[in-house]
């Protein structure tokens, strides 16, 4: 018997093929190719310019061209609805009488052009397409020809096409139910609903007014089925996901957006209760530069509530390697951005495709207004299901944001099957019965089609499909703010069961975001104590700056996602952020020193240090002399020792957010070294380490705590390769089986003793794996327990990844991780699925493992992927995968680790320790001068150990200062911040720097009390 779906798809054909009225083929194209170099600059291929009609070739991979047809319409299409039908297989942008008008691609075939053409008008069509898909840019074979298969103006006959699309959404509704019954009840209707069309009278009136009356006649005998209600509600919310950058660079992005924002405020004309979210301020800057009159439209719809900008974040960024502040940036900037050009306070945070989200979150984005919270990527979890859709997320200072989890992916099609797969998989029906969907292409762009919008309204009232409505995503959240009841709580990290490699691929972006966001600290701590001498503060200049480390933490550009030429631009990006992040911060120093006494003996050298606390630490500067001694500004010998014309010395006591002179004369201090090495053991102030022969710790005793920190029979510092070749998606994964197959670096030779001084010794070791070369020096202090591995390799391996091992003396069953602002504690064990799915776990500067009284931590400068199994502490220093980029990590890199063995916890020292790694002092060779500031000098202090000053910056709308305080251990207590002058004004902040609070202010200090990783910002003025 024939299915009775398909006696309604072969009707529906038949409908289809009489939607088209009348046609005019659009042959004769004038073309010419060219290469796109960066917005508004192309370079012409010669001997290209020519007519093409349909069926020719226009353009060869990689090209752009250009392409252009005129064409009047004929007098008897006056009236009629008027449609252009083109296929290309490329991307373009469609200009209509020199004005954008919509994007061409694959998914925009049909591009209505009037609703109501006017017949003998002109009409000038211009397209500038690129070959491949809106997700392709790598050219494999620059011949792959690209052919007009299609182009044809047509006229629509919209009656027909109404009834298409009335009768194609309740067949899909139908083919998507799971209930027999319901189905069949479902094609019934329709098939009642056809016997009123009579296709012998095709053409005439007789037949539109029969299709009318099906269309009237399937409402009723809808809404004639007795099933139940299904009182569940999805809103849709038109999206368009782009990729700032991934398989294409930004520069292609800048065209993006104007053929997809193109798309959506032409079919906004058409469909007037089409909504659209928009997230990710570049996309709006380059749409404002590129596309002006597409940018004016879209303003105009964002007045009117229909253009919804989303996210209030600068990108959509990565949430694994964003350091704290770097956090409150992307929502200081994103916030001040929709503020400024768009009048409005985003609310909605709007992650859809990040590889996890940190513990941070919560507190960080409500303290910046964002109350909810929206992501579709934890429905992919290789290993576990998320529980929840709706919830309420925890952060790390028990701040809990409104979260909501849309099931599958974030590009739909707004299809009935889509629809009921989302409400089936919604875990919290009963809490809340209605659920977010976007609708749109993306990841390449593209947005919504005229299909999904002509889908959309007619599946208000299907029986047995969650009801369809459209409106603002804000919206959405108010109503489930309002309405859910009982929802559950997540309380912890929103960890990611997949791209675990994320962490790790292209190393470098991950070693310059670090560099940028300390650099740019310590340039604006300096700038402003010497803004409080009168330097003028370049604030333009750093947040632009600041603007491009924004934008390189894209979701897929810092997590190493993308292709070649993505990081030869962001390498290059970065190296312009560090350069002129570099001398502004010279010359902010150089500023402060100019008022310091630094009249004395010898070469003034001051000392600056932006962490608030007063620390010891190692300073390198040129050797003025072949033989030095260092003095305090007391006239006391310091640790001092010159190497290679570099004079080392231990600063000591360098006070908090501040600096101390040292002064260097010519003579050799009467100074020893406490350090002894006899090609295997080494004696230091704090250890004895013994030397297996391949150079690795075989033990570490600690003369303090008197115990061994390397587990017995095991060595430290075991540099392992692993085979690292995940099934899919090389750049993002990293799989459990790399496990399977690994071997270790094998040093060359001897360690060699480079340096042994008062300050400190150095040993270096060069080892080999494969065509790889390392260099290794290790530093042992005089005056810190660090022990540092500094490393400079040339990694030739490919699909591989490289770890640093510590097999340690300290049994738990947690570990500790750095993350923004705090930390986290995972299991060390695989118990159950949920722990061993997190085999690789994001951490920042430092990781550790501690027992009761003793732990040991590892530290690092520029290192974001570990693993703690049992005992060892792993750190993944490199990967190497193909894909998208061939050449990944391939060269060389720099990086320091560290080993921090230590008594009682990670509360104990570790978070200063790995703070002074990545903030090192800052030593300024200068001249004698009577400056009015003392020979020592703190701007600012802070009383309680545990509370950290972050940030230290100029407020964005005034000459104030920002000061940004958090809580480091997991504490609680009262804090004194103590500056050196008295204070004018003050009051508390939230993060985009409007006033919240007062705040406890006595003279020259605040006061306030600080709970468990809390944020705390202040607003300062001095007199
Ligand atoms: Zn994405």
Request: proline content about 4%; aromatic content about 12%; hydrophobic content about 35%.
């Amino acid at each position: 018997m024939v299915n009775l779906s398909n006696i309604i798809r072969t009707h529906l054909e038949e409908v289809r093929r009489r939607m088209i009225i009348d046609q005019i083929t659009l042959d004769g194209w004038d073309v010419q190719n060219a290469h796109y170099l960066k917005p508004g600059e192309y370079e012409p291929i010669e001997g290209t310019s020519r007519k093409i009609d349909v069926g020719d070739i226009w353009a060869r991979q990689g090209q752009t061209a250009f392409m252009t047809k005129e064409v009047d319409i004929p007098k008897e299409w006056d009236g009629r609805y008027l449609a252009m039908e083109i296929q290309t297989d490329g991307e373009g942008l469609l200009k209509v009488n020199g004005h954008p008008y919509h994007g061409v691609d694959n998914w925009r075939g049909y591009i209505m052009l009037d609703q109501a053409v006017k017949g003998g008008s002109h009409y000038k069509l211009e397209i500038e397409g690129k070959c491949g898909r809106p997700w392709d840019y790598v050219v494999t074979d620059a011949r792959t020809p690209y052919i007009l298969s299609r182009a044809r103006l047509i006229a629509i006959d919209k009656v027909t096409e109404r009834y298409y699309y009335d009768l194609a959404v309740v067949l899909d509704s139908a083919c998507c139910q799971e209930d027999p019954v319901l189905r069949e009840a479902l094609l019934r209707a329709i098939k009642k609903a056809m016997l009123n069309v009579d296709f012998r009278a095709a053409g005439n009136d007789e037949f539109k007014s029969g299709l009318a009356k099906a269309s009237e006649a399937l409402k009723e005998n809808l809404s004639e089925i007795k099933f139940g209600d299904n009182t569940a509600g999805v809103y849709l919310v038109g999206h368009s996901h782009i990729d700032l950058a991934w398989l294409w660079p930004l520069k292609e992005t800048m065209r993006k957006v104007g053929r997809t924002y193109s798309t959506v405020t032409t079919l906004m004309e058409e469909f007037p209760d089409y909504k659209f979210v928009c997230s990710q301020v570049p996309l709006f800057l380059w749409l404002k530069a590129q596309y002006p009159e597409i940018y004016e439209k879209v303003k105009a719809r964002a007045a009117e509530g229909r253009f919804e900008p989303i996210g209030g974040t600068w990108v959509e960024h990565d949430c694994n390697m964003l350091s704290g502040e770097s956090f409150v940036r992307q929502c200081l900037y994103g916030q001040r951005f929709f503020k400024s050009e768009f009048g409005v306070d985003v609310r909605v945070g709007w992650l859809p495709d990040v590889f996890g989200y940190s513990w941070a979150m919560p507190q960080i984005y409500k303290k910046a207004g964002l109350d909810y919270f929206m992501t579709a990527k934890l429905t992919w979890n290789d290993t576990n299901r998320f529980p929840y859709n709706t919830f309420w997320w925890q952060g790390a200072d028990g701040t809990k944001m409104m979260t909501h989890i849309h099931f599958g992916p974030y590009n739909n099609e707004a299809n009935p099957a889509e629809i009921a797969k989302c409400w089936k998989n919604n875990l919290n029906k009963l809490e809340f019965p209605e659920f977010l969907e976007t609708f749109g292409y993306g990841d390449g762009g593209g947005g919504p089609t005229r299909q999904m919008l002509e889908y959309i309204p007619r599946m208000k009232d299907i029986p047995g499909l969650p009801k369809a409505e459209t409106g603002s995503a804000h919206a959405f959240f108010d109503r489930m703010r309002e309405e859910a009841v009982d929802l559950p709580v997540w309380n912890g990290e929103l960890y990611y069961e997949m791209h675990r490699g994320t962490y790790t691929s292209q190393a470098w972006n991950k070693r310059y975001n670090r560099l940028s966001e300390l650099l740019y600290r310590d340039l604006e701590i300096w700038s402003s104590m010497a803004g409080l001498y009168g330097y003028a503060y370049p604030k333009e200049t750093i947040n632009e700056n600041w603007h491009t480390i924004l934008l390189n933490q894209f979701h897929d550009i810092i997590p190493g996602s993308s292709i070649t030429e993505v990081y030869n631009v962001s390498h290059e990006d970065y190296r312009g952020v560090l350069d002129d992040g570099a001398c502004m911060k010279a010359q902010a120093v150089d500023k402060l020193a100019e008022g310091i006494d630094t009249s004395g003996s010898g070469v003034p050298v001051v000392v600056f240090n932006s962490v608030s606390w007063e620390r010891n630490g190692s300073v390198s500067v040129e050797a003025p002399y072949s033989s030095c001694r260092v003095l305090k500004s007391s006239g006391a010998d310091v640790p001092c020792q010159v190497s290679d014309g570099v004079l080392t010395f231990s600063a000591c006591n360098v006070p908090s957010m501040g600096y101390e002179v040292y002064h260097v004369v010519q003579g050799s201090a009467s100074q020893q070294t406490p350090f002894t090495f006899d090609g295997k053991t080494i004696k230091t102030p704090f250890y004895e380490v013994k030397l297996s022969a391949d150079g690795t710790f075989d033990h570490v005793l600690d003369l303090e705590n008197k115990r061994e920190v390397i587990a017995d029979g095991c060595r430290g510092n075991i540099l392992q390769v692993f085979d690292d070749r995940p099934s899919k998606e090389e750049a993002w994964d990293i799989e459990l089986h790399y496990q399977d197959k690994g071997a270790e670096f094998v040093q060359e030779g001897p360690v060699k003793l480079i340096e042994n001084g008062p300050a400190r010794l150095v040993l270096g070791r060069t080892l080999k794996y494969g065509t790889s070369v390392l260099d290794q020096k290790v530093v042992f202090y005089a005056n810190s327990r660090r022990i540092d591995f500094i490393n400079d390799i040339d990694w030739q391996e490919r699909k591989a990844v490289l770890k640093a091992a510590f097999p340690v003396s300290v049994q738990s069953c947690r570990a500790t991780y750095e993350i923004p602002y705090g930390a986290i504690e995972r299991p060390t064990h695989w118990n159950t699925t949920w722990d061993l799915a997190r085999f690789e776990v994001s951490g920042h500067r430092w990781a550790d493992l501690s027992e009761s009284g003793y732990g040991v931590s590892v530290l690092n400068d520029c290192k974001y992927g570990w693993d703690i199994k049992d005992n060892v502490i792993r750190l993944t220093l490199l990967r190497a995968p193909e894909y998208p980029d061939p050449i990944a990590d391939k060269g060389r890199h720099e990086f320091t680790y560290s080993l921090l063995p230590h008594a009682g916890d990670w509360t104990c020292g570790t978070i200063r320790e790995a703070a002074e790694l990545n903030i090192p002092l800052t030593a300024v060779q200068t001249e004698h001068r009577k400056g009015t500031l003392g020979a020592s000098h703190s701007f600012v202090s802070v009383d309680n150990p545990k509370a950290i000053i972050d940030t230290i910056k100029q407020a964005e709308d005034s000459d104030d200062m920002i000061v940004r305080v958090y809580e480091s251990c997991g504490s609680r207590g009262p804090v004194s911040l103590k500056f050196d002058r008295p204070i004018s004004k003050a009051s508390e902040c939230n993060l985009l720097e409007a006033e919240i609070d007062s705040v406890d202010c006595d003279g020259s200090t605040l006061k306030f009390f600080i709970k468990p990783f809390e944020l705390r910002t202040f607003k300062v003025a001095f007199d």
